[in-house]
């Protein structure tokens, strides 16, 4: 079983960057299409970004297209994700998320990953 420990969360003011990091354990990553998701309290966990398995194909909502960026070192098993001219409403808990899965198929529903990390912080100020 795949474990997942999101880093890299923090403040940050309205126009900045952070990126966020994705460490996975117990399993290497050469066989796991990822995503990157966030959840504001009182509201459901929304899709931010995805990446295939054995592809450099990415993927991300309206939202955030152009300003996120998902990556994954497969050597290092890890996943990252670059986000650039932070709103204050991109500020929410954001977590990584996994499947198995092969070749370039990607996800975007909560209920399509079957592995979580615990979160990571980010807030905008304006």
């Known amino acids: 079983q795949i474990q997942l420990v999101e880093s890299g969360g923090g403040l940050v003011q309205a126009g900045g960057s952070l990126r966020l990091s994705c460490a996975a354990s117990?399993?290497?990553?050469?066989?796991?299409?990822m995503g990157w998701f966030r959840q504001v309290p009182g509201k459901e966990r929304e899709w931010v970004a995805a990446?295939?398995?054995?592809?450099?194909?990415?993927y991300y909502p309206d939202s955030v297209k152009g300003r996120f960026t998902i990556s994954r070192d497969n050597a290092k098993n890890m996943v990252y994700l670059q986000m650039n001219s932070l709103k204050p409403q991109d500020t929410a808990v954001y977590y990584c998320?996994?499947?198995?899965?092969?070749?370039?198929?990607?996800?975007?529903?909560?209920?399509?990953?079957?592995?979580w990390g615990q979160g990571t912080q980010v807030t905008v100020s304006s």
């Open positions: 990446i295939p398995s054995n592809d450099d194909s990415t």
């Open positions: 998320a996994a499947r198995i899965a092969t070749g370039s198929s990607w996800y975007k529903w909560v209920y399509d990953y079957d592995y």
């Open positions: 117990g399993r290497t990553l050469t066989s796991y299409a």
